[in-house]
């Protein structure tokens, strides 16, 4: 197990650009909004530019609209139809859709990786096709959200390592769950708010805390994260949660489709944390059946290898939030 646990993390740590950047959990995500002017005819604008700039968003308006930057025309039909953002991938994995008509109506839509078509439905919305497009959207989102965040992914490893396995790694998980489905909702709905820089630094320092119990446990000493894991993780849970909280927080749903859009993201993320929890423990199984081990050594690569890539985390988060206040 111990020769495993140093390749995954390894592995991980190979294999996640995050690794090299402070902000490691963050997607890239765009929004732009339409605002009719006349019947049929809209005026564009990016209110948050994707990462790969916005002349660079290959988008496919319905066939009877005509979009030339800021202009577009659809005619007496409006802008009703599919929509799809032809290159969504790692540059833009999320962008938000908001319409305005004339007479001050408002919807938004979402398109991700995982769903790059969605459909404007018009006037009567919500419908029954509007829930299935927005389960499908935020179900793909939370999984990518959570596959793509190196240091929850890190914290994770972080439990199962402290943990080993059997029912008190299901209660330790379940109790990180409860944690950041709690703070999810809360923070999404606006019950309370905290500074993005301070809360990425704060989960980047729970993963240093994991790291430093690890070699606590490995030197012998009893801890409370030993005795008590599940509390840990609830604890840390909660923080992490806002940390989703704010993948949502960046798209600006609309407030009727915002519970719907939080259940659909939460159940994506716990798929993608239970694969990724299953995929260890299929490992570590795997690896037992080859009674392959590392010299006693090498026992504590791992722990360091997750702290120092935390802290590095943690620095560089710290430095960018002086660096912006003092500019400010």
């Known amino acids: 197990?111990?020769?495993?646990?140093?390749?995954?993390?390894?592995?991980?740590?190979?294999?996640?650009?995050?690794?090299?950047?402070?902000?490691?959990?963050?997607?890239?995500?765009?929004?732009?909004?339409?605002r009719e002017m006349r019947a049929g005819t809209y005026i564009g604008k990016w209110t948050s530019e994707p990462d790969i700039g916005a002349a660079k968003v290959q988008l496919r308006m319905p066939q009877h609209c005509h979009l030339q930057m800021p202009e577009l025309s659809c005619g007496s039909r409006g802008l009703v139809g599919s929509i799809t953002v032809a290159n969504m991938g790692a540059g833009l994995s999320a962008l938000l859709i908001k319409v305005f008509s004339l007479d001050g109506d408002y919807h938004s839509y979402t398109l991700s990786s995982g769903n790059p078509t969605v459909t404007v439905l018009g006037a009567g919305a919500p419908t029954a096709e509007t829930w299935i497009e927005l389960a499908r959207t935020y179900v793909n989102y939370g999984i990518d959200h959570i596959l793509l965040g190196a240091d929850h992914l890190l914290f994770v490893l972080g439990l199962i390592w402290i943990v080993k396995g059997g029912w008190k790694l299901v209660k330790t998980i379940t109790a990180f769950t409860i944690g950041h489905s709690l703070s999810l909702a809360a923070a999404a709905f606006g019950l309370f708010g905290i500074p993005e820089r301070p809360l990425n630094a704060t989960i980047a320092l729970s993963i240093v805390f994991v790291a430093v119990e690890i070699v606590r446990l490995q030197r012998g000493e009893t801890t409370f994260t030993a005795r008590h894991p599940w509390a840990v993780a609830f604890v840390f849970g909660l923080v992490h949660g806002i940390g989703f909280a704010g993948a949502l927080a960046g798209l600006g749903i609309e407030l009727r489709l915002l519970p719907a859009a939080l259940l659909f993201f939460n159940i994506g993320v716990e798929i993608g944390q239970l694969a990724f929890v299953l995929l260890v423990l299929a490992l570590i199984w795997a690896h037992r059946r080859l009674r392959a081990e590392l010299p006693r050594w090498g026992d504590a690569i791992p722990a360091y290898a997750i702290g120092s890539v935390a802290m590095f985390w943690f620095i560089g988060r710290v430095a960018r939030m002086f660096m912006t206040s003092t500019l400010s």
Do not use: C, D, N, Y
């Open 1 to 34: 197990m111990r020769t495993l646990l140093l390749r995954i993390v390894i592995l991980l740590l190979a294999t996640i650009p995050a690794a090299t950047s402070v902000r490691a959990h963050e997607a890239t995500m765009g929004v732009i909004e339409f």
